[in-house]
């Protein structure tokens, strides 16, 4: 079951995001790290009925960020569609002992018919350059890869920024 996240919620957030970053981390993949995703930021997204969390027997397994607002580091990309009615996604985890067993493909599935639905011209997501997982997952999906962002507080390396357009 996907449905919005509540503010009791939160420690169970944190508990995946916090169990992402370590198994990435010791993947050798800094896309998420003790800043990032933060408190707050998770705060913030369920202020904004912008964060969906995914229960698995009763249980908050992953998390996904909808929002229609754009990212100051989005701008210079050279996006397919004008930036003026597309969905963002951000911060999709799966907790790791639930991945590799389709459930990025149920939260993206709803991701993108909650974007078809709401008449969202285009899905855009940034993904790291290290994580070849989700590029592979996105690219697979029909997502184009479009250009580079920066986040230095999480590593020194690029994210890829990607589009799907919607019909």
Known sequence: MIRLARKEDIQDILNVAKACAADMIAKNIFQWNEEYPSKEAFETDISRNELYVLISNEKIIGTLVLTPKIDEEYIPIKWLTPSKNNLYVHRLSIHPNHQGKGYARQLMDYAENFAIENHYSSIRLDTFSENHRNQ?????????????IYFPKQSEDPFYCYEKVLK
Request: charged letters at 40%; proline letters at 0%.
């Open 136 to 148: 592979k997952f996105y690219e697979l999906r029909g997502y184009k890869k479009l250009g580079n």
